[in-house]
């Protein structure tokens, strides 16, 4: 993982094609067209209205009021580039996983603001699985960039920096830019416009050599590392797990599993361990996916009796030698969705502001050890 600055490269066709960040998240187009010949003040209006519809704007009000405004910078950004922006932005999938993500943002943002750094430290922010990057994106116009050195976005369908990006590789356009002419038209620079620095990372997280790449080269940034991980599907959420149990740099985890294991590994008789934790991948894995929007398996009531047993489990495993843990059901998803279980860790000591918010939260909080 480099430092990026803009240069001449071949980028990725705008169409390459991107993964959507969960089963369910297959971007809508509706409304989308018509945002296009709205003012920039209209603009923001219409997202503010969409998002002052969503239950979760009680509870987290700071973020929600500042996401229309942080939404209309990025509609700013790619102006002239209507064809990135079309690609980009799909109204009802962005705030879908803005609303998704509102928890994480919302405890990220109380624990940069309350910490106090010395020496010139300053956050590094780690965003696995990241899709486009939306929540780091987000993220890097909340925060204050005097606290915040860079926001690294890991995802194992970025290019490599030193290669020539492909047309399967997920396109950075939108991340970093470039002086190089596609298809006659100039796409500027845009790594130096966001407030807290961009950086994509292509690393598969069930590797364990580049897992250990990442410990060996990237954790050990001067300053404390944030871990965020939302969406993360099957066993991948383990690795987030084992990432923050092994490596004591990392100062807060914010988790939102997705997806649960496949039967391959129930069928191998599996049993996953983390920490001093350890549970039968029978418990948890099952058969099923999504098809052009459809679930094709098992009654959603018998998936979201696996999916809080993995989440469980994940939590137990989270080891609190030296941490505060706490998880929270919080009902992000709505209308049959049940992947409303996020996981919360610091090591000592807490930053209050962060740990009131989260015990105050009215969901419930889930005692299990």
């Known amino acids: 993982m480099s430092d990026f600055r803009c240069q001449a490269a071949t980028l990725p066709s705008e169409d390459a094609a991107d993964e959507p960040r969960s089963d369910t998240d297959a971007p809508s ?30 509870e987290y009000p700071t973020v929600f009021q500042a996401a229309p405004k942080i ?41 940069v603001d309350a ?17 486009r990057g939306y ?43 470039s002086q190089k002419e596609v ?7 845009y790594f130096d416009t966001w407030p807290i620095k961009l950086h994509t990372s292509k690393m598969d997280l069930k590797s364990s050599q580049q897992i250990r790449n990442m410990e060996d080269y990237h954790l050990r940034d001067k300053g404390p590392i944030i871990l965020v991980a939302v969406h993360l599907c099957g066993t991948l959420s383990l690795k987030a797990v084992q990432l923050f149990n092994n490596n004591p740099e990392i100062r807060f985890f914010c988790l939102k599993p997705c997806c649960l294991p496949g039967m391959v590994h129930a069928k191998r008789h ?7 934790h350890s549970f039968d991948s029978k418990l948890v894995c099952m058969a099923g996916k999504w098809k052009k929007n459809v679930w094709i398996g098992p009654p959603r009531t018998t998936t979201k009796a696996y999916f809080e047993r993995w989440a469980n489990n994940l939590f137990l495993g989270i080891d609190s030698t030296d941490a505060t843990k706490i998880q929270k059901s919080i009902m992000v998803q709505n209308n049959g969705g049940y992947q409303n279980e996020f996981l919360f860790a610091e090591r ?19 005692n299990l050890e």
């Open 71 to 111: 939404m209309t910078e990025w509609r700013q950004r790619y102006r002239g580039n209507p064809a990135l922006w079309k690609r980009l932005f799909h109204k009802d999938r962005v705030i879908k996983e803005f609303v998704e993500a509102a928890p994480i943002i919302d405890a990220v943002k109380r624990l």
């Open 29 to 58: 187009a509706s409304g989308d067209n018509a945002q296009f010949g709205l003012s920039d003040a209209e603009f923001e209006n219409l997202l503010a209205n969409a998002l002052n519809q969503s239950p979760m704007y009680k």
């Open 348 to 366: 000592l000591p807490e930053t209050i502001p962060v740990w009131d918010a989260l015990r105050s939260y009215e969901s419930g909080e889930h």
């Open 183 to 189: 298809e006659d038209q100039s796409i500027p620079c």
């Open 270 to 276: 599996e049993i996953f361990h983390l920490g001093n």
């Open 115 to 131: 910490t106090e750094l010395g020496n010139g430290e300053q956050f590094t922010i780690f965003d696995l699985a990241c899709g």
């Open 135 to 177: 929540l780091s994106m987000m993220l890097s116009h909340l925060l204050p960039p005097e606290k915040v050195k860079k926001l690294v976005l890991v995802d194992k369908q970025w290019p490599m920096h030193n290669m020539t990006p492909k047309p399967h590789h997920m396109s950075w356009t939108h991340i970093y830019g």
